[in-house]
């Protein structure tokens, strides 16, 4: 009696519309006398031994535009052979998307590390876009072709999903694969780095920090954190008062062109910097931070909630006086990611 195999990922329905060159493959094979080998072939040319026997997977799978027919087979102990196959399709024009396929918009970090914070298991990161599907099913997000931590999904919506990297992450495209198809890619670098967390339960003590022992404020956070660290700020965290100057927050420690420093909210977290009557919500002190020599400021006047985001790009340099003109159209700040003064100064996103 031959094994079973079965096909779950990229799409358990036996065919796929494909945006990306490579692709992972991955199921399970069972068997009365027990598996021994699976491997897979392409109708375009290429094949290879899986990983994993009753769950395998075959992974940068190279594609040919047009169809690609993948047959995986399974072997058991007595000789016996199941197979199972899956029809891609890849676009090698257009774009890299497939029409009907999910879109990104932007992503809220550009880089970000894959170990440390939570679990050890990384940053966490929010992309933006539209047709990711009402709720996750087999759907999931690679970072430089390899999964996302696959119990790491914090949210999940047809316009965002927030997930943390996981410790096979690595630098390349962010994509979303679907049953629809895969989407288009944003770049994403994964670095060293410190990730550290903000609660309402948490203390200020220089050894605190971590996810199981976080701070208690977000201006500890940001006077400790380092350069090209990363803060998550958990859900009921407010900070109304004056910080430094006129700011809530005032951050002196900032972060490099290929090293952003970011203050996050958790994802699915309300947090509060600012008031609607009183100081600036986060003003910047130049230290990699803003360009110019005049800090601008912004002024916090609302909660903000993660499921509002939107995000303002000022992907060159731009002076203090640009910025802080617009302190009335940029009203609440949620996500703050930090560059250098030469490059890439600032980036954030308002809700």
Known sequence: MPPTVSIGVPSASGSYAASTSSITVSGSASDNVGVTQVTWSNSRGGSGTASGMTSWSATNISLQSGSNVVTVSARDAAGNIGTATISITYNSSGGGRVAGSPVIFFSDLLDGPNTGGEGGQGAYVTIYGAGFGSTRGTSRVSIGGNDALNTGYRVWTDTKIA???????????????????????????????????????????????????????????????????????????????????????????????????????????????????????????????????????????????????????????????AVSSQEDSIPRIRTLIIGSTNELPWRLCSC
């Open 163 to 321: 997930f943390q990297l996981g410790s096979l992450a690595q630098t390349g495209q962010i994509v979303v694969h679907t049953s629809r198809g895969d989407s288009n890619g944003v770049a994403f670098r994964v670095r060293s780095g410190s990730i550290y967390f903000v609660s309402t339960t948490g203390s200020d003590v220089p050894a605190g920090g971590s996810f199981a022992q976080p701070w208690r404020s977000v201006t500890y956070a940001v006077d400790h954190m380092g350069k090209s660290a990363i803060v998550y700020v958990m859900n009921g965290v407010t900070q109304t008062g004056v910080h430094r100057n006129y700011g809530a927050v005032m951050p002196t420690a900032g972060g490099d062109s290929d090293a952003w420093a970011a203050l996050v909210a958790y994802p699915g977290a309300t947090a509060t910097i600012g008031s609607d009557t009183g100081n600036m919500g986060i003003e910047f002190d130049g230290n990699g931070w803003s360009a110019g020599t005049t800090p601008p400021y912004l002024r916090c006047t609302s909660t903000c909630e993660a499921t509002t985001l939107d995000r303002i790009v000022r992907p060159s340099a731009t002076t203090a006086a």
